[in-house]
C-alpha cells in the first residue's frame, strides 16, 4: 500500500562554495571530520579546474560538490551539497547572507 506523507519543517545551515580558497578554508573549518586526521570537506586540482568533495556520513562516501552548491548540514548533523535548482525548489531563505 502506498503511504504518502508532508515532509516537515526544518532550518537548516548551509554555505555556498564557489571555488575560492576561503570558501573552501570556511566549509572545511565548518563540516564535520570524517574520520581520524580525515576533513570531511576536500579540495583538488583537476583538469576542469578545482573541485571538491563532501563526505557523506550516512552513504559512507565522498560525493562531487560542484561550485556554486551549497553544503548543507542536516537535520541530523549530515553534511551534503544542494545545487540551486533543488535549492529553490526545497527551501525559503531564512536569514544570514544570501
Given amino acids: 500500500m502506498i503511504e504518502t506523507y508532508r515532509k516537515k519543517l526544518v532550518v537548516v545551515d548551509m554555505i555556498l562554495w564557489d571555488g575560492t580558497d576561503r570558501a573552501a578554508a570556511e566549509i572545511a573549518e565548518w563540516v564535520a571530520v570524517a574520520g581520524p ?37 542536516g ?8 545545487s540551486a535548482e533543488a535549492l529553490a525548489q526545497s527551501y525559503d531563505y531564512v536569514g544570514g547572507v544570501a
Avoid: K, L, N
Fill in 37 to 73: 586526521g580525515e576533513p570531511g570537506f576536500r579540495t583538488a586540482e583537476g583538469a576542469e579546474g578545482v573541485y571538491a568533495e563532501v563526505w557523506a556520513e550516512q552513504e559512507e562516501c565522498w560525493v562531487d560538490c560542484p561550485v556554486g552548491h551549497r553544503v548543507v548540514r
Fill in 75 to 82: 537535520t541530523v548533523g549530515e553534511y551534503y551539497p544542494i
